[in-house]
């Protein structure tokens, strides 16, 4: 099985920053693409970001330049810089990637998910 775990939210204001970080764990051969969804109350899980294992990225047009998105193959590690934050930012942001645990097939794992709450 395989475990993805993400840390780093929290309540900041308006104009600030944060860090998330998402941690993936367990029986992992290979990670193929990794990226970072959100939901807000009452809408629709939404693209954020999303990073390649060649580190090719793809924004949501809503966080271009104000967010970055990075990973560490070795350590099978994903995170997501948050800068320039707004209210309308706040969700719940969740962890996603593409897991080959052995059998040759990437089978798609999600995280918890991690509250950010942006105060204006």
């Known amino acids: 099985q395989v475990q993805l775990v993400e840390s780093g939210g929290g309540l900041v204001q308006a104009g600030g920053s944060l860090r998330l970080a998402c941690a993936a764990s367990?029986?992992?051969?290979?990670?193929?693409?990794m990226g970072w969804y959100r939901q807000a109350p009452g809408k629709q899980r939404e693209l954020v970001a999303t990073?390649?294992?060649?580190?090719?990225?793809n924004y949501a047009d809503s966080v271009k330049g104000r967010f970055t998105i990075s990973r560490a193959n070795t350590t099978h590690a994903m995170y997501l810089q948050m800068n320039s934050l707004k209210p309308e930012d706040t969700a719940v942001y969740y962890c996603?990637?593409?897991?080959?645990?052995?059998?040759?097939?990437?089978?798609?794992?999600w995280g918890q998910g991690t509250q950010v709450t942006v105060s204006s």
């Open positions: 990073i390649t294992r060649g580190d090719s990225t």
């Open positions: 367990g029986t992992i051969i290979e990670i193929n693409v």
């Open positions: 996603n990637a593409g897991v080959d645990s052995g059998l040759s097939v990437f089978r798609r794992y």
